[in-house]
């Protein structure tokens, strides 16, 4: 990861940067430890097999021959030379994955992994509506927006088909499908929601982005996100009164909801989603979010021989393989799991998650990744479990976790509801993770 730019406070504890965004895209690429690192963003995870199977060229002749899927669902590449990012411009260039390149950093938008995939909401039986056209329009229109490259590459979209999935990312603006062909708005994590026609979901999450340019601007604090800003700039960019001013300016009718949509956060998990018409989807996940160059091919593979052609990469470092036939599904997700993915909530890995570590990363204290391997079953079912090699936390999951942070004294330990445990040895590592994810239940008095 690159470096946290600094930062001063002024007056009303804002917070000011002293440089500008270095998140890494495709084309700026960062310099780690272990190489050039590049960063591809892919809005709703929605590949090509041909695309993936470039993705997979790139890694084998310009990388370290593997891909690391990102908490936003994209891809990085990792172990590039110096010298080899006008090659892989021109490779993602033809392939179709580098559109608009003074944008490219700014395509951050996460979707539901199954919209348009399982038919109905789990228990009412009402149709879902399939967001993906509205990500498709975003993404156009953010590439044709001469003042979007002023977003941050942290500025993040999410559009919700109702699993309320994605929209416990904490997105700076999410769009849930709501019903009667209408779709619901929230900026930051406001309490409130605009409600639009679906036609016009896309334009209005522009106009949400084109409001907090305007308050980062006005604060003079470099905000990368909605959450950064304060006071008044806060109120302005997260003010449902003003979206819908602006958007009746732009001939977008809104109304006002008091409460955004709210409900459990349901991830896809591992294994197969039956679908529509006979056929079925396959979700699988990347143990610690990585996969080889191997791995990879074999999922195009399947996508081609078996599915739609399409991949779609999830925010929980994981893959979903749409319209296998469903008498081929089975026997498909007996070869990912062959192959060493994640295909059910019984592996060791689901769950787990670490970030970098020593190998890539100079601000790491330890090899983390060979740490957690060694301790992935250790209270599996219980809480997602995050690695750390250092107290910036890179790459953690939102929700209740267990954190395991390393120090120079070891590993310090913690979790919802715990006490936590500092400066544990990577010996007794395991016994203290299993412990922290399956905390006990207090007895009721008798």
């Not at 204290?365 to 250092?390: E, F, I, K």
């Not at 954190?403 to 400066?423: E, I, K, N, Q």
């Amino acid at each position: 990861m690159p470096p946290a730019s600094s930062s001063a406070t002024t007056g009303d504890d804002s917070s000011i940067r002293d440089s500008g965004d270095a998140c890494p895209g495709a084309l700026r690429l960062h310099p780690a430890d272990d190489g050039a690192l590049a960063r591809i963003r892919i809005p709703a995870g929605v590949l090509t097999a041909d695309q993936a199977l470039a993705l997979a060229d790139a890694a084998e002749r310009l990388g370290d021959g593997r891909l690391d899927i990102t908490s936003r669902g994209n891809i990085q590449l990792r172990g590039l030379g110096a010298d080899r990012g006008a090659e892989l411009a021109g490779l993602l260039t033809d392939t179709g994955l580098l559109p608009a390149p003074r944008h490219e950093r700014i395509r951050n938008i996460v979707a539901s992994p199954l919209s348009g995939l399982d038919a109905a909401h789990p228990g009412d039986g009402t149709d879902r509506t399939d967001v993906l056209p509205w990500v498709i329009s975003l993404d156009r229109f953010l590439c044709d927006d001469a003042t979007a490259p002023a977003l941050s590459g942290r500025f993040l979209f999410a559009f919700d088909d109702g699993h309320q999935d994605v929209a416990a990312l904490g997105a700076d603006v999410t769009v849930w499908a709501g019903p009667d062909g209408q779709a619901l708005i929230r900026l930051g994590d406001g309490p409130e929601a605009i409600r639009v026609a679906a036609r016009d979901a896309a334009r209005a999450a522009l106009l949400a982005a084109e409001i907090f340019v305007e308050a980062a601007e006005r604060s003079g604090t470099r905000a990368w996100r909605i959450r950064e800003l304060t006071g008044s700039q806060l109120l302005f960019a997260t003010s449902t009164t003003e979206f819908a001013r602006r958007l009746e300016a732009d001939g977008i009718t809104a109304e006002l909801l008091a409460t955004a949509p709210s409900g459990p956060a349901s991830a896809p998990q591992p294994g197969i989603v039956a679908g529509l018409d006979g056929r079925s989807a396959l979700s699988v996940a990347a143990p610690l979010g990585r996969l080889t160059s191997g791995q990879w091919r074999l999922l195009a593979g399947a996508a081609t021989r078996h599915g739609s052609g399409e991949l779609r990469v999830t925010p929980w470092r994981g893959l979903v393989i749409p319209a296998l036939p469903s008498a081929e599904a089975p026997g498909s997700l007996s070869g990912l799991a062959e192959a060493g993915l994640i295909t059910t909530t019984a592996s060791p890995w689901w769950g787990v998650g670490a970030c970098t570590g020593l190998s890539g990363c100079a601000k790491s204290l330890t090899d983390v990744r060979t740490d957690a391997a060694g301790a992935a079953a250790a209270g599996h079912g219980g809480l997602p479990v995050h690695w750390s090699g250092c107290a910036r936390r890179c790459g953690h999951p939102p929700g209740d976790r267990v954190d395991v942070v390393a120090t120079p004294d070891g590993y310090d330990v913690s979790a919802p509801g715990s006490s936590g445990a500092r400066g544990v040895p990577v010996t007794e590592i395991a016994d203290t993770i299993a412990a922290a994810r399956t905390p006990s239940v207090p007895q009721a008095k008798p």
